[in-house]
């Protein structure tokens, strides 16, 4: 049977209704790391009247979206260029800019080295430390970036540690990076879910710096990974490079529809920033409360968690915990992790307790 | 402003909206060239029930509609990769198989060239002449395969000629090809808006033949342009490379939903052979009887037409009728042809009759 890449990923509910031999509504899905706030109202509505532009093919300048994410991102429309998914946007931008070197703090979300390798790049990792709350050494960073690297790969906030640079790092990785003729790519997949929000973007820096990519997703943040879009924002110059790479028709039209709607979902924002804020250092707290277990202080809507026991391994907790109806995202095959860690998404109060409790009851199970 | 290649392509209404400064409602759209007979009954009602499915991610197997396609195709499932539209399986399939020299016949659709170029590859076309309508000398193509060709890349029925090669024929350049290690793609996005339908697939010959790749899409014959759902068909080992390249999440939960829903569309299927059948020849017949026009006989829904008379061009034409709110192709941009050609959709036969009366008077009155 092929498998696909997105077979290691969390939310894969068909595999773990398979495994768990369980309806996969059956699942508390804390190995997705999505806003559990659900989709925004009226989005349902929307999609419903788009179902009439199924007989039309999509505009293939996606005249509509871009505008909309330029109200939404602050940035000229010709800077954007809309995707199937983050994933798309990922790989093409690696298909288009054909790096020979490409340096990835790890660990990190994988979809980065695979695309990477598959345009031919070589791969470099830089070591993000456990001791130093897996953020980088900055300066260390930027003399290994001068390495001969074309390409910087950032997650920011990071999958899985759940750890942030803050724009004045990033400020002066970028400067440095123009000196060396490097591009950094940041995926912002998740900077809506951090306190301060787009505040913690480098969106705004994108005009000023050639050499910057910013890859963004509706995904987490709207609730809508069975959507699929995504977005890129960069120079023109290269944007046009990827578009004239790209399929003609890559979003779909309820997609794109959702899009346009999706941007301007400013009430649903704000409840997100209220219902994170206090939920996040909740279940923060309470996790680190258990005992043989460490979380790591999150700075987005997910939590990376080591067992410090040596006996029960996160493999064996996702399926101690999967036939109670609990996934969590086993960590074991992100690089420099093992078997000793696991990532959980930040839910609903009511979802969180149950999450808390199971763990207290397996843990003192073993 | 950025454009990507679908800006070359029929169908966008966009575009002539923005031209001929009418909403996209107010044009009769014969440059795309979909079922007229709308989406499938039930569609709609499926879609809005899909919608509930946008807060989970895709199952990155797409089991069930891989599933469905097997039934629906009579190949099994391993053998099947679904993709976002037909142009991201063309150019995965590129991506993949990294031919060195791809053969194509000409003219055709422009996305095989640019998507095979775009991997790397050397084109070599093979040109149809008019004064054999479009058909190729298939001894001949076969003898230029065997000049070190890796690809041999068919549209059948093709477009624009709206031509069609027989699976005998088929049958005897696969066999070559299968001497010369050449892989034959054929895109059979119009296969079921043909005359006999599936009965003109090579799909039944593809377990046999591993150097044999079939395209399809849901595009056309469930006039669903807007949703994005194609897919391949070869042997498994292809097959699951390409699924390797491929990002995780390429279709999204509602155009997957519609798939496995429209497979089991069978009396459309019926409804849209019963309607074609009719219709197109007498498209066919009454445009061959405006002075000035010659048309070529259709196999699929679509007719190139040539304009014979030197004075009235395929753009002025597109212009002038466009301002009256039909949308013909213009086939200017197809190798091979030129300012001479275009070409337009069978519809139903309300509309037909509009664009033949429309032809008439603008051909008399030039």
Redesign the interface.
Known sequence: ???????E?G????RAAEIFQKN?EAFLDFS?N?NPL??PDGL?EL??QS?S?????????Y?GLRRELAVYTGISA?RI?PG??A??II?LLFQTLKPKRVLIPAPTFV?YEQ?AI?AGAEIRHFELREAASFQPEIEELAAEMAQGVDCLMLCNPNNPTSSLLKPAELEYLIRQAGRCRTMVVIDEAFIELTEGSSANSMVKYVPACDNLFIVRAFTKIF??????LGYGIGN?DF??RM?????????????ACAGEYLTKAREYLARTSAWLKGEKEWLYGRLGAIPGLKAFPPEANFILVKLLDGALDAGELHDRLGKRGILIRNAANFRYLNDRYFRVAVKDRASNLRLVEMLREELANY
């Open positions: 049977m092929p498998v696909n890449r997105g077979y990923h939310g894969n509910l068909e996969r997705a999505i659900g989709i349902q999609l419903v179902i532009r199924l007989t039309d093919y999509p505009d293939p300048e005249k010709g260029i199937n998914g994933a798309e790989a979809e695309s598959l609730a809508v990974p069975g959507l699929r023109q944007i046009d578009r004239f790479r790209q399929q003609p028709w890559p979003v779909n039209n309820m997609a």
